[in-house]
Nanobody, 127 residues
Framework: QVHLVESGGGLVQPGGSLRLSCTTT????????VGWFRQAPGKEREGVSCISVGGGSTNYADSVTGRFTISRDTAKNTIYLQMNGLKPEDSGVYYC????????????????????WGQGTQVTVSS
């Protein structure tokens, strides 16, 4: 059974950093693409970043490019999202998602492309 659990969220001051983790069970990262999404109160969920099957391709939302980095550790079955230079507008619940049939990261920021989802972790950027 595919299962994803996010962790690493919290309260951080503007300009600070956090590293989110998405620990997966029930599938191998070499067979699934994984994406990070976020949802702020009153807003729709939006794609933040994604990494392809095999880890060879990534994509980022314009709003986080240059500040966020997605990576993976296949030995730990974990996907990371390193977030630097955090801004208040980065606040929200962050979700990871996985799909076995998504191969092009061009579509990787679309939530409709993903079948499996975690429960989310809260990130609050505030002074």
């Amino acid at each position: 059974q595919v299962h994803l659990v996010e962790s690493g969220g919290g309260l951080v001051q503007p300009g600070g950093s956090l590293r989110l983790s998405c620990t997966t069970t029930g599938f191998g990262l070499d067979y699934y693409s994984v994406g990070w999404f976020r949802q702020a109160p009153g807003k729709e969920r939006e794609g933040v970043s994604c990494i392809s099957v095999g880890g060879g391709s990534t994509n980022y939302a314009d709003s986080v490019t240059g500040r966020f980095t997605i990576s993976r550790d296949t030995a730990k079955n974990t996907i990371y999202l390193q977030m630097n230079g955090l801004k208040p507008e980065d606040s929200g619940v962050y979700y990871c998602a996985a799909d076995a049939y998504l191969t092009s990261m061009t579509w990787g920021l679309r939530e409709s492309e993903y079948e499996y989802w975690g429960q989310g972790t809260q990130v609050t950027v505030s002074s």
